[in-house]
């Protein structure tokens, strides 16, 4: 795609993504949250031509995309690595069906596991599916292939995904913006032969889907978004995204296949570059997905033997696997003054305390994906296991199963139940399995940013919409017995589940809710602080793990600027010795 | 030099973030091509926080390698210590005079350790009281302005109304005021 370049600006990978997006005409974006994914639609939903959302989860929104997509508009769907396995059924499908308007699916993968509890290769989807990837090395290339992903997917009847990783979705470069093309839906058409998939039709599908790969297979020899850079015959790399950087960085003298395509691969060009150019090494990150694909097309070529699998791949680790010395002397020998600082629940939190106390009761603790994941550290150290969106409640089923002995519960956020909760308890109340859920809602999607959900009634666009009441809810499912109260009560929370443990009838779901200290608003300036007098030096309130909450000493103190007065501590103190300082 | 880097390091929610967007919007402005790495997420909650910023005619990879920092600007001293690995000998360092200690540990005042150690290597270093600075502007948040203004001087940019359209373009409107004000003060602050 050919484009006049003028005003230029500096913009994060996903603000450009976002950019494309608009660019290329989309009608409607969807989403989950999902760091590095995030920013994505939140930068999409600025312009109001474009109807943004945030979906309660990925499956629904790429079904919500697709459907844009097969009633003839234009649809993006965003999602971070692991929100593809949410959405993964519906991608095994419309790839068979296709689509009418353009459908681009974006995913963010996050090699080093910056944010994320796996680092999988989500390239291989592409191959899964059967569609056509396309891998932004940055920002400007991250707009020009999200808009050209439109193009393509309309001309050869297949969702387009676009593969970025942290280092593109988190980085900020140079994008040269462009106006925004004028695309009206195509009119509605039903073509039941071609969107109901029964298996006969599903069949016919099946054998046009191989079809569309052969075409795709011809085009991407054809397309610019692949490219040779030729330059030293004697040492040539296979590389794209962000790789392609740290590559020109490092080697600025090697000659470059650089892939804007990932799959299918466009093999003349490998051939032609593999047989003009010696010494060819494939760089990638994450799994040897190119590498295999390369190889197995019969091409010779270098890869995993050299370039590590695991973690991401920086211009320091490029170097080290070609032997290139480390020109610049660095000084690398402060770092041993210098104690770990792990990220932790914010001083104020109103999770905190609900953590407090269920190490105290010795619940056995099965964790969620969110900002409570960081109950695992100590000195609450009470999360037992953590794997997925709304994992805890199911798998919370299973340890009490399998040790019936002990008292099971699970701790899962609000959007994170709203996400894949639902199902989980509704499991556990039609199976009847006797563990105590905590939903512990703080009206956001915190961990990455403070999104809204279905629960806070407000939507991506910032229109006010229809709020979920999370207890009507969990009644709805069959619930009998429903605690709902606010997180900072935590002395009500302790015996009121101290009954429970001793009822031991469960499922039994705690509606734990305080807006998260982000978004809370607090109308004075009043702290708590620890009064010498009355205070054992028991050091219980540490326990807590609050970042306000200080030792001096033999003594427990708060600092009054970090403390957020939420009053947790004064509730947690045997001895009464922490109360409120009121300041007009 | 192929390409001038800058890291900026901190605790999460210090501002290291909107530090780096000032100072990428000012080099782009100044007609180099920038590239800026961060991170986002689990790392800003109170964590350990770094952002890696290159410029020059041409600039590739987002990230540094060991040694390509010609400046450092820090918002804690301790985290001034961890990324020095990416400092060249010549680097010139900023240290925000301020420490945060571990959660649960005794506070302690700002030991000036990472600017002694750094000294001893020979470094340039230049401690900036920011954070009283911000408290005394009622507004703790700006302390990452204060330290922009001093790199401005330290960096030799005398434009001030470039300065004045990057703060325009990093913050909302509400907020335009008092981060001019915490910018001059750190640019009093330092004399080369």
Known sequence: MKEQKNNSCLMLGNEAIARGAYEGGVQVGSGYPGTP??????????????????CPNEKVALEVAAGVAIAGGRALATMKHVGLNVAADPLMTISYTGVRGGLVIVVADDPGMHSSQNEQDSRNYAKFAKIPFFEPADGEEARIFTKEGFIISE??????????????????????????????PFPYQKDAEKYVMIPAFARKRRVALEKRLEVLRDWVDESDLNRIEMRDPHFGIITGGVLYNHVREVFPQASILKI?????????????????????????????????????????????????????ITPD??????????????IDDLNQYVFPRPPVLCAGCPHRGVFRILSELKITVTGDIGCYTLGVMPPTSSIDSCICMGASISNAEGFKLTHPELTVGAVIGDSTFIHSGIGP???????????????????????????NHPGTGITLMGEKTSKLDIEELVKALGVKEVHHLSSFDISHFRSLLKEVVKKNSGPTVFILSEPCQLIRKKGNKNFYQVDPNLCRLCKKCLQLGCPAIRLDGERAQIIAEYCRACGVCSQICQFNAIKEEYQS | MKFGGIVIVGVGGTGVLKASEMLSRFLLNQG????????????????????????????????????EAQYMIATEEVEALRYSEFLSFDATIIINSWRLNPVGTKPEPYTGLSARLYREKGILVYEVN???????????????????????????SDNENIWEDVIRETFPKKFFDINMKAFFKGRELVTI
Do not use: C
């Open chain 1, 155 to 184: 001309k050869f009847d297949t969702p387009i995904m676009i593969r970025s990783t942290t280092r593109v979705s988190h980085s900020r470069s140079v994008v040269f913006p462009q106006e925004r093309i004028h695309f009206s």
């Open chain 1, 317 to 330: 680790i490029l170097k080290v696997a070609f032997g290139v010395p480390q020109p610049v002397p660095s």
């Open chain 1, 260 to 312: 804007g395509i990932g799959y299918p691969l466009p093999f003349e060009m490998i051939s032609d570059f593999v047989r003009k150019v010696k010494n060819v090494v494939v760089v990638e990150e994450l799994d040897p997905f190119w590498e295999t694909e390369i190889k197995a097309a019969g091409i010779p070529v270098e890869g995993r033997n050299r370039i590590p699998g695991i973690g991401e």
């Open chain 2, 32 to 67: 180099f091509d920038v590239r800026q790495s961060e991170v986002h997420g689990m790392a800003q909650r109170g964590g350990s926080v770094i952002t890696q910023l290159k410029y020059g005619e041409k600039v590739y990879s987002p990230l540094l390698g060991k040694g």
């Open chain 1, 425 to 451: 308890l509704l499991d556990a109340v039609y199976n009847q399995t006797n563990i105590i859920v905590f939903i512990l809602d703080n009206r956001v999607t915190a961990m990455t940013g403070g999104q």
């Open chain 2, 130 to 156: 920011a954070d009283s600075i911000a408290k005394s502007l009622q507004n703790s948040r700006v302390a990452n302005s204060v330290l922009i203004g001093a790199f401005s001087k330290i960096f030799n």
């Open chain 1, 37 to 54: 994914s995030s920013e994505i639609l939140e930068y999409l939903s600025q312009f109001k031509e474009v109807h943004s959302r945030w």
